[in-house]
C-alpha cells in the first residue's frame, strides 16, 4: 500500500486551509475506493492524516489567532509547524500503518 491519499489530502491542505480540505477530499473518496479496489474507510483514514499536521501557519486559523494573542512571530510558529509535520511523517505514518496492519485495514507489502 502506498500512500498516495496521506500525499493527496496533504496536497489539498496546502492549497486550502485545513478546515476546507475535508470538504474538498469526501467527494474524492469514492473514486479514490474505485481506483484502488479498497473499502472507502480504507481510503479515507490516510486523509485525516494529511489534514492533522499544518506544515504552514496559515493552514490553521486558530494558529494565526495565537500568534497574535502571544505577540509571537510568524517563523517561529512556522518552525514548530515544520517540526510538528516532520514528527508526524516519521512516527505517525510508521505508527498508523502498523496499527493498521494489525487490525487487517491493509496488508503488509
Given amino acids: 500500500m502506498t500512500f498516495c491519499d496521506h500525499w493527496v489530502s496533504d496536497l489539498i491542505s496546502?492549497?486550502?486551509t485545513a478546515p476546507a480540505a475535508p470538504a474538498v477530499l469526501a467527494p474524492l473518496a469514492g473514486a479514490m475506493s474505485e481506483a484502488t479496489?479498497?473499502?472507502?474507510?480504507?481510503?479515507?483514514?490516510?486523509?485525516?492524516?494529511?489534514?492533522?499536521?499544518?506544515?504552514?501557519?496559515?493552514?490553521?486559523?486558530?494558529?494565526m489567532i495565537?500568534?497574535?494573542?502571544?505577540?509571537?512571530?510568524v517563523p517561529s510558529l512556522t518552525r514548530i509547524?515544520?517540526?510538528l509535520a516532520h514528527g508526524v511523517v516519521l512516527i505517525g505514518l510508521s505508527l498508523t500503518y502498523a496499527r493498521w496492519s494489525l487490525i487487517?485495514?491493509?496488508?503488509?507489502?
Fill in 104 to 109: 487487517g485495514l491493509v496488508g503488509l507489502v
Fill in 66 to 73: 495565537a500568534i497574535a494573542l502571544a505577540y509571537n512571530s
Fill in 37 to 63: 479496489s479498497w473499502p472507502v474507510h480504507t481510503v479515507a483514514l490516510p486523509q485525516i492524516i494529511g489534514i492533522s499536521p499544518p506544515l504552514l501557519s496559515y493552514q490553521a486559523p486558530p494558529l
Fill in 81 to 83: 509547524c515544520l517540526g
Fill in 14 to 16: 496546502h492549497l486550502t
